[in-house]
């Protein structure tokens, strides 16, 4: 009896180490003309696409997940060099031998083998369409003259799924290419200063383009209720607010 308790506790530490080594994350699924796209919230600034059989991880990075218990990745997608969207080991742990990787120049010192998109360009790659738009500062700086985000340095990206326009901004402020952007169905707009926007600058950008469905993102301890109420008489638009 006492062996069988030994082991009946064993196991329930088992299940529970299992448990909690990778929390539960959030999704959203969407029809599009060449089947289900499944959107997972990782956190920060951190997102799992799943479509046409296919694994994309968008920046990944260790602090929000074990990647240890994800997916391994078809296409990851790097925006720019900082440690928190270029993470060499959530990179090692999801990339396969034949993985193929977007990135930025700036972030291949870190990365090897990826394939570098500049700003404006549009590659197809494993059968998708990925057009790269910049991602830069106009207002916030680190000091005089030095944005957070150099002009150049990052992209965003605008991943095609069938008939659906999917853009994930970067780290980003309400930039003039952004607010020109047309037939975006679903937006990923950073909101956490000084970093990035502003609820007043996510809501600019957002009026201009009109994304069918906005998703704030990286916004750290920004009050989300905020943007909620600055959209809500903006036709076309619906804002989802998820854990990130």
Known sequence: MRKFSVLAIFLMIGLVLTGTAQKDFSSDIFQTSAGDLKITFIGHATLMFTFSGKIIHVDPYKRVADYSHLPKADLILITHEH????????ISMIRKDNTQ?????????????GLIMKNGDTKTVM??????????????????????????????????FGNMRVYVAGDTENIPEMKALKNIDIAFLPMNLPYTMSPEMVADAAKAFNPKILYPYHYGR??????????????????????M
Request: with cysteine; charged share 25%.
């Open 83 to 90: 440690g928190d969207h270029l993470d060499p080991d959530a």
């Open 127 to 160: 059968g998708l369409k990925i057009e790269a738009v910049p991602a830069y500062n106009i207002v916030n700086m680190r000091r005089e003259n030095m944005p957070y985000h150099p002009r150049g340095n990052g992209n965003g990206y605008i991943i095609t």
């Open 101 to 113: 990787i977007i990135l930025t120049q700036e972030c291949t010192s870190k990365v090897a083998g």
């Open 222 to 243: 920004t009050d989300t209720s905020k943007i909620v109420e600055m959209m809500k008489d903006v036709k076309g638009t619906e804002v989802r607010i998820r854990k």
